[in-house]
């Protein structure tokens, strides 16, 4: 993983040890947080997911998947997605994948500092 | 004395008479698991161990396309709707996930359809979750599934099922939640039979909706970052 993304490691706290359980297998316990422009948006089952742009300081770029939960338990929970517009400014924070240049999203925060949250939404 | 013990033998008798019989349980409705379904022990053979030992969950998760692993994990879904429906004839359950509609024959194992049964929407036959019959025991429901085709009970950690593996899932009615036992048992891959318990909210909903399962495809994912794509600069 490139120097300069900005990755926190946090400590795993007992919350996401209710998450379900192809989430706690398919991502590691490690909280990483990425920048990255939105590239495409999609609202879909079993797995939602952002795709973003990241660009190094190098000028080095890698897109992310950032996976959320399913468009039937994202209704559920009144998330929605209608705010991800591709081209926007985000950084990521959420559990690292086990699959390279992959997160499950636990937070979005905005250019304007307003934050986007998915937290509690497992499957 | 004898006119006294007829007369409990006889009052015995009415007491007895006038219990009814345990009804078939209402399992008709919509339902929603609650919390997490919850196993017992496992205890799996060698060669249970060496297919669980085998499994690689980002390859070999047949959810990834879009395919039920097993009845387990299709019960074990959570956030997604189930519908139960119960006739003279049959039960048939309906599940959001994956759209799957699983029509179930109140018959003993002779009347046993030879086609798995369980499809989806658009009419693909799934082998992995068997083919089912059903009878009513007291105030459960009892299903007992033959002839599945090698899946996953828990896809999560890759404990297998094989051809051999017969399941039997007993539903009841507790209250307003619904209570499932699924028991597996298979020779070939456990020692011990394994039991899976869950249970089932109802919900206020009238239909079970649409799930449209898009296949979970990281190709084009990874292709992105491969360097022949000139991601990386």
Redesign the interface.
């Known amino acids: 993983m490139k120097a300069s993304l900005a990755v926190f490691l946090l400590v795993f706290t007992a919350h996401y040890s209710n998450a379900?359980?192809?989430t706690?297998?398919?991502f590691t316990q490690e909280v990483i947080t990425v920048e990255g422009v939105i590239e495409q948006v999609?609202y879909?089952?079993?797995?939602s997911s952002i795709?973003i742009k990241h660009t190094a300081d190098d000028?080095?770029?890698?897109?992310w998947?950032i996976e959320t939960?399913?468009k039937?338990?994202l209704h559920?929970?009144g998330v929605h997605l209608d705010r991800l517009s591709v081209g926007l400014k985000i950084q990521a924070t959420g559990l690292k994948g086990?699959?390279?240049?992959?997160m499950f999203l636990h937070e979005i925060v905005f250019e304007d500092g307003s934050k986007f949250s998915a937290e509690g939404v497992?499957? | 004395m004898h006119q006294l013990l007829r007369i409990v033998t006889v009052g015995a008798a009415l007491i007895v008479l006038s219990i009814p019989a345990a009804a078939e349980p209402d399992l008709s409705g919509i339902w929603m698991l609650q919390g997490r379904s919850a196993e017992r022990e496992l205890v799996l053979t060698m060669e249970g161990r060496r297919i669980q030992n085998a499994y690689d969950l980002l390859s070999d998760d047949p959810s990834l396309k879009c395919v039920p692993a097993s009845i387990s994990r299709v019960w074990a879904n959570p956030n997604v709707l189930i519908g139960i429906e119960q006739s003279a004839e049959r039960v048939f359950i309906s599940y959001e996930f994956y759209d799957l509609r699983r029509d179930i024959p109140l018959s003993d194992e002779d009347s046993m359809p030879d086609m798995p049964s369980t499809q989806n929407v658009d009419g693909r036959y799934f082998k992995e979750m068997g083919s089912s019959f059903a009878r009513y025991k007291d105030d459960r429901l009892i299903i007992e599934t033959r002839n599945h085709a090698p899946g996953y009970i828990r896809t999560s950690r890759g404990v297998p099922q094989s051809e051999q593996s017969t399941a039997t899932e007993e539903l009841w009615r507790d209250g307003d939640t619904l209570k499932l036992t699924l028991t597996y048992v298979d020779e070939t891959l456990f020692e011990i039979p394994f039991i899976l318990d869950h249970t089932f909210i109802k919900t206020d909903d009238t239909e079970v909706p649409l799930y449209e399962c898009t296949d979970a495809d990281y190709d084009w994912f990874e292709n992105l970052n491969s360097p022949q794509q000139g991601s990386s600069r």
């Open positions: 379900h359980h192809a706690v297998t398919n999609r879909q089952n079993p797995h795709l000028g080095s770029q890698k897109y998947l939960g399913a039937t338990t559920r929970k086990r699959r390279e240049y992959t497992t499957n």
